[in-house]
């Protein structure tokens, strides 16, 4: 107990965390704000607030009518929250953490293959939507089409801009850069 005064530490912040900076055991988060102002990270924000659009105008609709319309929504929202996720994911610097994975590559593909997905979704949703021309949530299945178009536009936008960074790693191996779009 003698030795209590002189273990105390008065310190009330340090250096880390007013720079934003947060040690989560061995691991350093830091917010990565002028990946904000980047455009693929515009583009994952638009693909997020679209993508919210598209799912939550079908949820409000009677879509259960229609099981084709149980793909948009499957489709809609695991793509939106894995883009939710992989969003703060390059914010937060969590991908420099994973060093083996080829991330320009990794972004690549997961775009092409979200752009694919979304495509199929929009199609199947503005093939349905006419069935409920006469319906009140007419409105809302068009306007979700409408949307997972622009949407399926965005996700080919990121596609490009992810394929742009993976050519222009200079040596042609997408394993050897580990900085995300």
Known sequence: MGDFPGQVNTQTSSAASQQGNSHLGNMAVSMDVSFIKTIPAILMLVE??????????????????HPAIGWVMFVAVTLWLLTIALFFMLFFGLHQRLSSVPWPLALMVYYAVATFLYLTAFITNAAVANAYFYTVVYGHMAAAAFFGCVVTLTYGASTFFAFMAWKGDGSGNAAGSTVPV
């Open 48 to 65: 997020i607030g679209v993508g919210l659009l598209t799912w939550s105008l079908i949820a409000s609709a009677h879509y259960y009518f």
